[in-house]
Every structure is written in structure tokens, then in C-alpha cells.
């Protein structure tokens, strides 16, 4: 099975307006670590926004936010107030508890996402 | 700032032409990765070291090797690139001990091969 799915493959938003970008995970351990990498055209993986699975609160930073419902297993995030610059590949990615998984990180699909002026 | 750093930012080499690609990192930290990463494409796990423990992919070809002589240095040898390994390729560096500890990524090496 999939560790980390993003169904996805490719999102238009309007400049301005909000988008919910999709993943759900698969892991039967208790500790884990979900994060949200954004990739533009450059290449370089930017992070902006990680869960915990203990954390109970739902993460933000600054325009990012991260739906987390942990009994659907999903990590959604929510992108406010979209901007041009937010054109990018978006990828889902989950740590596992490294005592019992070692330290590889599972990532999904990608999503790219369109921002139209 | 702390950073990861990666050289050189392209790579052009002919087929079959041995190339080596660096990564450096001032975070002091004992986990890295070198991902290979193709168009539109999920990063691929090449392999990554804990500390000097070497941790190599099950479907990583033998063409790939690498090599951590110092916590802050990690090089990917490809021995004879063929046209099928021209993509970006990532280094990440993370601290272990905790799965809220994120992957820190380097700009990436865009390697053509001729």
C-alpha cells in the first residue's frame, strides 16, 4: 500500500482565492511527522508546513494551513489568498518513528498547482 | 545560516563518462539523502547514511555509489551515466531521534547527459 497518496495530479486556483491540496497516509505507527514541500520550476524543495501526529491543533504558517483529521488519516493543505508565486509542485510527505522505521521519509505523487491571474 | 549546499548547480556530461556530484551541510546533521528526481516525478531514495551507516535502496542501480568521508560531506558517483540518469538530483540532511525532525534540501544538481 501507498504510504502517502495525492490524488491530485494537477489543481487550478484563482489569484486570490483558496485551495485545499489532498493527502492521506498509511502507517500504523503512533509517532509521526507529516510535512508539506513546495517545488517551483528551480528545482529546489522549499518546506512550509509540518504536523505531528500528537499535535492536537491543526498547523499554520502564515498563508499555509494544515487540515489534519487523524482518524481519516489526512493531511490536507489549505493555501489562502493565492498568489502567482504559489504556481508549484506540492508534495505530501511522511517520517515514521525512526526507533522503529529508521529514517526514511515516504513522499507522495505531487499535486501541481495553477494560479491564473 | 545553516544550509545545505550543493555543487555544481548543472551537470553536463557525455554517456558513460564518470560524474560526481557533492553535497555539503552546516546543520551537524547525522542523517543524509540523495534522491534522484525526473520530471514531474516524487523524489526517488537513492540511499541515505545514519551517522557513517550506509543505508542503500534495494532497486538503487550498482551504476550509482556514494560516499560520506565527514558528517558534512556526502558525493554521489555515477560510475557510467547513461541517457536514463539525466535528472535532478537532491541532497536532504535531517537530524534522527524524532519523526517531527523535517528534511532540509539542497538546491539539487541538474545533470544532462549527452
Known amino acids: 500500500a501507498q504510504k502517502i497518496t495525492q490524488t491530485q495530479p494537477g489543481m487550478f486556483v484563482q489569484e486570490k482565492e483558496a485551495v485545499t491540496l489532498d493527502c492521506t497516509y498509511d502507517?500504523?505507527?503512533?509517532?509521526?511527522?507529516l510535512f508539506w514541500y513546495k517545488q517551483p520550476s528551480s528545482g529546489e524543495m522549499i518546506f512550509l508546513i509540518y504536523?505531528?501526529?500528537?499535535?492536537?491543533q491543526n498547523a499554520t504558517e502564515g498563508r499555509y494551513s494544515l487540515n489534519f483529521q487523524k482518524a481519516r488519516k489526512s493531511a490536507n493543505l489549505v493555501i489562502s489568498a493565492s498568489q502567482l508565486g504559489d504556481s508549484a509542485m506540492y508534495f505530501c510527505?511522511?517520517?515514521?518513528?525512526?526507533?522503529?522505521?529508521?529514517?526514511?521519509?515516504?513522499f507522495g505523487t505531487g499535486t501541481s498547482l495553477t494560479v491564473i491571474p | 545560516d545553516a544550509m545545505v549546499i550543493q555543487n555544481p548547480r548543472y551537470q553536463v556530461t557525455q554517456f558513460g563518462k564518470p560524474v560526481t556530484l557533492s553535497c555539503s551541510q552546516t546543520?551537524?546533521?547525522?542523517?543524509m539523502y540523495w534522491y534522484q528526481q525526473k520530471s514531474s516525478q516524487a523524489p526517488k531514495l537513492l540511499f541515505h547514511?545514519?551517522?557513517?551507516?550506509?543505508?542503500n535502496e534495494a532497486d538503487t542501480p550498482d551504476n550509482f555509489q556514494s560516499r560520506r568521508p565527514n558528517t558534512s560531506f556526502c558525493f554521489l558517483d555515477i560510475r557510467s551515466p547513461g541517457l536514463g540518469d539525466a535528472a535532478m538530483y537532491l541532497c536532504?540532511?535531517?537530524?534522527?531521534?524524532?519523526?517531527?525532525?523535517?528534511?532540509?534540501f539542497g538546491p539539487g544538481t541538474r545533470l544532462t547527459v549527452l
Open positions: 504536523q505531528g501526529s500528537y499535535d492536537e
Open positions: 547514511y545514519y551517522d557513517k551507516d550506509f543505508n
Open positions: 546543520l551537524n546533521h547525522n542523517v
Open positions: 510527505a511522511m517520517r515514521e518513528d525512526p526507533h522503529v522505521t529508521g529514517n526514511q521519509f515516504y
Open positions: 502507517t500504523s505507527d503512533q509517532s509521526y511527522g
Open positions: 536532504a540532511t535531517t537530524q534522527s531521534g524524532s519523526s517531527y525532525n523535517e528534511q532540509f
